[in-house]
């Protein structure tokens, strides 16, 4: 009996122990690690997600470098393409260019050649119909002789200052009183020829001479004069012509410009 009773109580004894009958310490520890593993339940999820995002991150940026370099090629090509065919417009457009600039040449050339035909049919023109008038030829050079015999029959020549007062007077002998007064002398001897002329008539002189008058004539305040810039060469009577501008006039007579 007394058995019995003493294993009821180590049965009572041992069901109150920790092993069967657990404290509130080990029950506090089992929740803590409860909590715990939720916890790391739960942060494995956003791990796991973060995770998930770089990886797709990654292919992202590996992908977006491939996509700039794709769109930069293809701008590439198309402003490629884009100056090739400006390249091509402008090629062509100078071309038209030039023959534009060689036609203008070709034109400006012809005008140039019309206008001066032109110019020398009213010169001709005028001068079939202008009237001519009996000069004063002044010298009896070579030049005023070549004067005198292709000029008209009623020109007089006169030698010296002395004979050109005489010619020029109110009733002298024969000489013209109006008509251009050619000075075929040497330019030394202008000044006395110019002063001895009267005022009246000094707007017909004529310079025959050299064209390096300009100082002379703005003295004597003849400037609107006619200066006759005629280049040639008179042969000597008895000789054969000698004429340095072949070129123009083959026979070597004349060369006039």
Known sequence: MLMIRLAAVVLLLAACTDAFLPTPSSVLLRSSLSRNFVKSQRAVAPQAFTSLRCVGSETSAKKEPSMMISKLESSLE???????????????????????????????????????????????????????????????????????????????????????????????????????????????????????????RRQDLVFMGSGNLGPFLEQYELQGNTQALIYFVIDKLGHDPVDGKTSLDPAGLTAVT
Not at 84 to 101: N, V
Not at 124 to 143: F, N
Not at 154 to 176: C, H, I, N, W, Y
């Open 78 to 200: 198309e402003l490629k393409s884009l100056y090739s065919s400006i390249s091509s417009d402008i090629d062509m457009k100078e071309s038209e260019l030039k023959q534009l600039r060689e036609s203008k040449a070709v034109l400006e050339e012809k005008i140039d050649k019309v206008s001066n035909a032109l110019e020398l049919a009213r010169n001709e023109e005028s001068i079939k119909d202008m009237e001519l008038s009996p000069a004063v030829i002044v010298g009896d050079g070579r030049v005023g002789h070549m004067m005198k015999n292709s000029g008209d029959p009623g020109d007089a020549m006169v030698r010296s200052t002395s004979e050109l007062r005489f010619q020029l007077k109110e009733a002298p002998g024969g000489g013209p009183k109006s008509g251009p007064i050619y000075l075929c002398v040497p330019n030394h001897a202008l000044k006395e020829l110019v002063e001895a002329c009267p005022a009246d």
